[in-house]
Structure formats: C-alpha cells, structure tokens
C-alpha cells in the first residue's frame, strides 16, 4: 500500500537556526498537509496546500515558516529561526479529493 | 471553527471486554467525521470515516462508530478488545471545502491500553 514518508524522523537543531521537514506524499495526491502535535497537547494543522500554492492556513502558520513543493514528488516545511516553542512531532499529509488524508510517520524536531 | 471532545483521555480495560471511546464535536454545518489510531512512534492510520450514509461505519480491526448527528457524537466501539489494540485514538472532523475536504480538527486523544 502506498504510503507517505517524512525525512528525517528526528531532528535536533539549535534555537535560531533554520530547519527543513521533508515529505514524499502519495503519488498522484493533489492535496497536502502538514500538522503539528506538541508533547502531551492536540494534533494542530498548520497549512494546506494544493496546485502549487497554499490553500489555507492557521495562525501558527506565521512568517516563520514556508512550504514549497520543490519538484514532483517532495513537500516540504521550511521553519526560520527556530525558538524552543517550535519542538513537537511534525505530521505531513496527502489525500485525493473527498478522500481521508494519508498520515506519514512524522519528524520529531527538538529545538535546544 | 471547529471544536472535537474526547471526554476520556484514558481508558483500561481487560482483553476481550468491549469499549467505548466518546467523541463530541462542536459545529451544525455538515461535517466529515475519522477516527485515527496511533501506535507506539507510528503515524496516524485511518480506522474509520463517515462522510455520507449509513450512520454506522465499520473499519479496520473490528472497530465501528456511530455518527448521531442529534447529539453531534461519533463514538468508537469495539465488541472484544485485543492486547494489540493498545494505542492512542483520535477523533477528528473536517468540513466542506467545495473541491474537497478540509483540514483536520482533531480531538486531544484517548489512550487504550488493554490489560491480559
């Protein structure tokens, strides 16, 4: 079965620096997704994302972060000047549409 | 916007009982109702939607749910429970975008844990 898969599934980096989170969603896929679960909280959307431009947003979704869909096959989540806010799981997701959204693994980014 | 209730944020039970996992929801416009489970440094896997229908969805692994749209519910059920059913399930709604479905308003989860 298809699947989607996140890159890398853990992340460490320093407070300040810039991160990027990788997804290879499901082929054929025209809708995608990231999310967030910070430890011991609720699973948050961040962004949506379809024909190559953002379809809807959160308010967690600031100008800290960017997403882009580089070439056909790869999603990503670009997070700039990461604060100690910013650890938690991170969730990207692709669906068709009227379909449920497909889960990858997640990355677990833990900002020191 | 939305808002999802899982009023148990965990629940034993021994294997083989039934069980129950509760799940509320906020709006009146029409919704799109998923439960998902996660295991142990997995991601998040489809066990069941409602999108239109029967109001009793079966899924994966013997769950099923009802959606009672009077009372805004969609609890999970499960009549005999496994040790391998221990996990975190999560309910969660989405609304009507015209082109698709929206994004995911998730509940805070429920812990299953299933004693032998």
């Known amino acids: 079965e298809p699947e989607v898969t996140q890159t890398p599934s853990h992340q460490v980096t320093q407070m300040g620096q810039e991160v990027i989170l990788r997804c290879v969603p499901i082929?054929?896929?025209?809708?995608f997704y990231w999310y967030r679960q910070i430890l011991g909280q609720k699973v948050e959307f961040l962004v949506s994302?379809?024909?190559?431009?953002?379809?809807?947003k959160s308010e967690i979704f600031d100008d800290q972060f960017s997403v882009e869909r580089p070439d056909g096959s790869n999603f990503t989540l670009k997070i700039r000047s990461t604060k100690l806010e910013d650890s938690a799981m991170y969730f990207c997701?692709?669906?068709?549409?009227?379909?449920?959204?497909?889960f990858g693994d997640g990355t677990r980014l833990s900002i020191l | 916007a939305q808002s999802v209730t899982q009023l148990d944020s965990q629940v034993p039970v021994f294997e083989e009982a039934p069980v129950e996992l509760r799940c509320n929801y906020s709006?009146?416009?029409?919704?799109?109702l998923f439960w998902y489970v996660q295991y142990p440094n997995q991601g998040l896997q489809l066990l069941l939607k409602?999108?239109?229908?029967?109001?009793l969805v079966k899924g994966i692994n013997g769950f099923e749910a009802e959606f009672n749209k009077s009372q805004t519910s969609f609890h999970l059920r499960k009549p005999s429970v496994h040790i391998s059913d221990t996990a975190e399930y999560f309910c969660?709604?989405?609304?009507?975008?015209?082109?698709?479905?929206?994004?995911?308003?998730f509940g805070r989860g429920t812990q299953l844990t299933v004693w032998p």
């Open positions: 969660a709604v989405s609304e009507d975008r015209g082109s698709t479905l929206g994004r995911l308003y």
């Open positions: 994302f379809y024909n190559n431009e953002i379809s809807e």
């Open positions: 409602y999108l239109s229908g029967s109001t």
């Open positions: 997701a692709s669906s068709d549409p009227w379909e449920p959204q497909h």
């Open positions: 709006s009146s416009v029409s919704v799109y």
């Open positions: 082929s054929n896929h025209l809708y």
